[in-house]
């Protein structure tokens, strides 16, 4: 069974073909980080205009890459939600017209399951039960995970998220768009020590996370002190050991908690090095394993969307009216 997946829910269009026996076929990701660097964050109405003239090209691109007809497909996955809804809904009416045109089932994803699936991706893939750190620009959730569709909150934010804790702190630093990664870069250059930021809710006895207080920290950080470039780069890097510290210190309590002896980590922030290396060197202490996804797969891609909706391909209907959700809980979902 080959799925094609569509991904549009923000500023990234990415599309993917997915077969249930080979595995991933092929993906292409188009970006719109030059477009949106301009304004300094995402414009919804210029990012749905943009998926608009991308996904087709892509679709093309992937299934020539892949030796597979649009005939061949068994289905067509795309993100219904969260996430911008211009965009969400470009995604949603091509894959609902290609069903149409091909009299093939379309499977609205969750946005978050696609995310919290990537690791099974890989060629050693993680067995249920296990903990997920969601982690990204939007969203920082635990979840307890004992399989497709079997969530269980664990602990979230109570505010910002901690993709956007980077993302906030890295512009009080004068850094560029998207200011996460500028951030963890110019923390390779920083030297601990120089400042002392708060770690929210780190021994809150709960398994909630808060960075709104760790950004008010930075702007105090940021007026007091005449910040010259190594001044910026030691900041930068007590931002990001902030962040991280809670991240793996409530990763790690999750587990405790729950008893699982597995953990993956997924969405944007799931990239920094400097968590990886944190989890990478904690998680084991403990007689437990940490799971990432590649890199390509931390950012939003059609592969994850594509491979979820095959894990959900038994229940998929020839249904071709659609719709989409930019608000939408995980734990809403059930199992398949």
């Not at 890989?122 to 969203?139: D, I, T």
């Not at 005449?226 to 001044?231: R, T, V």
Request: aromatic share 6%; proline share 5%.
């Amino acid at each position: 069974m080959q799925v094609l997946g569509i991904e549009t829910s923000c500023d990234e269009t990415g599309i993917a073909l997915y077969d249930t026996e080979r595995g991933l076929l092929a993906h292409a990701l188009y970006s719109q980080v030059r477009m949106h660097e301009e304004y300094g964050g995402v414009v919804p109405e210029l990012a749905s205009r943009d998926h608009i003239r991308r996904v087709l090209p892509l679709i093309r691109q992937v299934l020539a890459q892949a030796g597979v007809q649009l005939n061949d497909l068994s289905a067509i996955a795309y993100t219904e939600g969260p996430g911008l809804a211009g965009a969400l809904l470009v995604g949603a009416s091509i894959a609902a017209s290609l069903g149409f045109a091909l009299q093939r089932p379309t499977l609205g994803v969750h946005h978050l399951e696609g995310h919290l699936l990537a690791p099974l991706l890989e060629p050693k893939p993680p067995a249920f039960p296990f903990v997920a750190l969601l982690v990204s620009g939007g969203h920082t959730q635990l979840m307890r995970v004992d399989g497709v569709g079997q969530y269980q909150l664990l602990g979230e934010t109570v505010d910002d998220a901690a993709g956007e804790a980077f993302d906030k702190s890295a512009k009080l630093l004068g850094l560029g768009y998207p200011g996460g990664p500028a951030l963890a870069q110019l923390a390779q250059a920083g030297q601990l020590g120089r400042f002392k930021l708060p770690r929210p809710m780190l021994h809150s006895g709960d398994l909630n996370f808060s960075f709104s207080g760790l950004k008010t920290a930075v702007l105090t950080t940021t007026r007091e002190h005449q910040l010259d470039p190594a001044g910026r780069a030691d900041l930068a890097a007590e931002v990001q050991e902030a962040i991280t510290e809670v991240l793996a210190k409530k990763s790690i309590a999750a587990l405790k908690q729950t008893g699982l002896t597995r953990l993956i980590v997924a969405g944007g922030v799931g990239a920094n090095t400097r968590l990886r290396a944190r989890l990478s060197e904690a998680v084991p202490k403990f007689g437990a394993q940490v799971f990432y996804p590649k890199l390509e797969f931390c950012t939003d891609n059609g592969a994850m969307i594509a491979f979820a909706g095959a894990m959900r391909l038994k229940h998929a209907q020839k249904n071709y009216s659609f719709g989409v959700k930019p608000r939408w809980e995980l734990a809403e979902l059930q199992a398949p």
